[in-house]
């Protein structure tokens, strides 16, 4: 943890998870704009020096590998005993592994389990007693349209982010009482390093059947979301409906299947020309 430990109790703090890119740090810009004082954390140090250089207000930095169990424990002590309570909480780091499940290397898949099911978990639970003292604050949660429908080259991820979203479900019926609100995001495409690196990479074509959206477009959903308070928030809306309409239809995936991801790869060729994109990097 770096820079100065906090001060007024009157300020209201934010804690993010993912924060050096993508939807993490648009979120962050706005939290910051709108005079919350941040804590910022990530594996990348230097993504989160680029980003506290960009702020309004000097964030408190934590960095921590959410894959390694010691950086998790770590953390969530820190958000326990040492870092002030929270008014929101919002564990959005995330990854994705791509290709055949059945070839898939044992360590890889825990790894995707740890950092995007096991360490939200256990960081939500360390953030929780702050907020029941002061009885208000809320946990939002970075799921994904992948979370409703499941794409095949995905399998482990839309495990977690499926089991992410019955928890914030009956963690939004655990904590009314303690005057806790519990919400999830649910992307869809959204152009990001992770989805660069998807199209890039033998990605699902299904995330290039529409032009992506933009992390504005999440950021200004997260906004609206604090507001509101509702469990789940879907970016775009219109995703949504065909994803929980085939939800309730699986089987009929595969016979769709064929067409949409002959659809979604002319969407990935157009996407990775209108982008110019030609570095292959895991998340770079
Ligand atoms: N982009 C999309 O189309 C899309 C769609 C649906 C859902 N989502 C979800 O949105 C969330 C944010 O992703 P994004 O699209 O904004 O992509 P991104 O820019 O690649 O952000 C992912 C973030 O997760 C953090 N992260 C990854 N591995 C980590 C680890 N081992 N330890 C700590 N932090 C780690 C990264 O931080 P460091 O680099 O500092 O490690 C990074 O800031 C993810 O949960 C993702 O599943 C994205």
């Given at each position: 943890m770096s820079s100065s430990s906090p001060s007024q109790s009157s300020e209201k703090y934010a804690f993010i998870t993912?924060?050096?890119?993508?939807i993490g740090a648009e979120v962050a810009k706005r939290l910051d704009r709108a005079g919350y004082s941040l804590i910022i954390s990530g594996s990348n140090p230097s993504k989160l020096n680029v980003l506290a250089e960009s702020l309004v207000s000097t964030p408190i930095i934590t960095v921590a590998d959410l894959s390694q169990q010691e950086d998790v424990e770590r953390l969530a002590k820190q958000l326990k005993n040492e870092l002030p309570a929270l008014?929101?909480?919002?564990i959005n780091a995330g990854t994705v592994e791509i290709g055949s499940f059945a070839e898939r290397n044992s360590e890889i898949i825990d790894r995707e389990i740890d950092i995007n099911l096991r360490s939200t978990l256990h960081l939500i639970q360390a953030c929780i007693p702050g907020m029941q003292q002061q009885k208000s604050g809320h946990i939002i949660a970075t799921s994904s349209i992948g979370g409703i429908f499941a794409m095949r080259g995905s399998s482990v991820y839309s495990a977690t982010k499926f089991a992410l979203r019955g928890f914030l479900s009956a963690l939004q019926q655990e904590l009314l009482p303690d005057g806790i609100k519990v919400s999830g995001i649910y992307p869809g495409a959204i152009d990001t390093p992770m989805l660069r690196y998807e199209a890039l990479n033998g990605?699902?074509?299904?995330?290039?059947?529409?032009?992506p959206k933009t992390v504005a477009d999440v950021g200004k959903s997260f906004m609206r979301t604090l507001k509101t308070g509702r469990l789940e928030t879907f970016?775009?809306?219109?995703?949504s409906i065909s994803a929980r309409l085939i939800g309730m239809v699986p089987w009929i995936i595969p016979k769709l299947l064929p067409y949409l991801e002959k659809s979604g790869e002319k969407g990935r060729r157009k996407f990775i020309a209108s982008h110019q994109l030609v570095n292959n990097d895991k998340l770079a």
């Open positions: 993912g924060a050096g890119s993508g008014a929101i909480a919002f990605g699902s074509p299904l995330n290039f059947l529409h032009e970016v775009p809306y219109s995703d």
